[in-house]
T-cell receptor
């Protein structure tokens, strides 16, 4: 079974530029999550999708971050414009369960450096 | 408020020694508890989970954890560590409703002394 795929693995941009990350979840997983992990901290949920609908985006900075999940499969997370404090690893995860909290499978992450 | 506390930022143990990583949680309902491991440059891998039933749960790579409701703890243990266990370990808590989300602790970095 293929795992969660993410690209790119690394990205360096200057502040005020835009960037996009892509995630392909495990086949058949209805729920998809984007997390932000700042160095030295645990992952923080940015947005959760159930199929192609948003379940929770309460911690997504909506003035600069956006995310979509087309056709309930792949997802993209965009930052525009980026700030220095956006430097972090962006993790995508997926889960088979449609209700409740069940184990999540994580991708390798995208390390973003904003200079 | 939901929260997870991992009081040890960094632990060093000798190869072959036993290990215990501490985790305390605050959750208003019955918690679902998880331990994840993250190797450098990698995503998180689930070690074990507790939903209900036996409070001592077994996981992969020889790890186990014990749920103690009275202490609000879910400590991770391993009887004999290997050099390959060096990584970052995260405890997490979630709930059973569809509105629940997983809250992660800040992590404990484990180093292995040869």
């Amino acid at each position: 079974e293929a795992g969660v795929a993410q690209s790119p693995r690394y990205k360096i941009i200057e502040k005020r530029q835009s960037v996009a990350f892509w995630c392909n979840p495990i086949s058949g997983h209805a729920t998809l999550y984007w997390y932000q992990q700042i160095l030295g901290q645990g992952p923080k949920l940015l947005i959760q999708f159930q199929n192609n609908g948003v379940v929770d985006d309460s911690q997504l900075p909506k003035d600069r971050f956006s995310a979509e999940r087309l056709k309930g499969v792949d997802s993209t997370l965009k930052i525009q414009p980026a700030k220095l404090e956006d430097s972090a690893v962006y993790l995508c995860a997926s889960s088979l369960a449609s209700r409740g909290v069940y184990e999540q499978y994580f991708g390798p992450g995208t390390r973003l450096t904003v200079t | 408020a939901q929260s997870v506390t991992q009081p040890d930022i960094h632990i060093t143990v000798s190869e072959g020694a036993s290990l215990e990583l501490r985790c305390n949680y605050s959750y208003g309902a019955t918690p679902y508890l998880f331990w994840y491991v993250q190797s450098p440059g990698q995503g998180l891998q689930l070690l074990l989970k507790y939903f209900s039933g036996d409070t001592l749960v077994q996981g992969i790579k020889g790890f186990e954890a014990e749920f103690k409701r009275s202490q609000s703890s879910f400590n991770l243990r391993k009887p004999s560590v290997h050099w390959s266990d060096a990584a970052e370990y995260f405890c997490a808590v979630g709930g059973s409703s569809s509105a629940s989300k997983i809250i992660f602790g800040s992590g404990t970095r484990l180093s292995i002394r040869p």
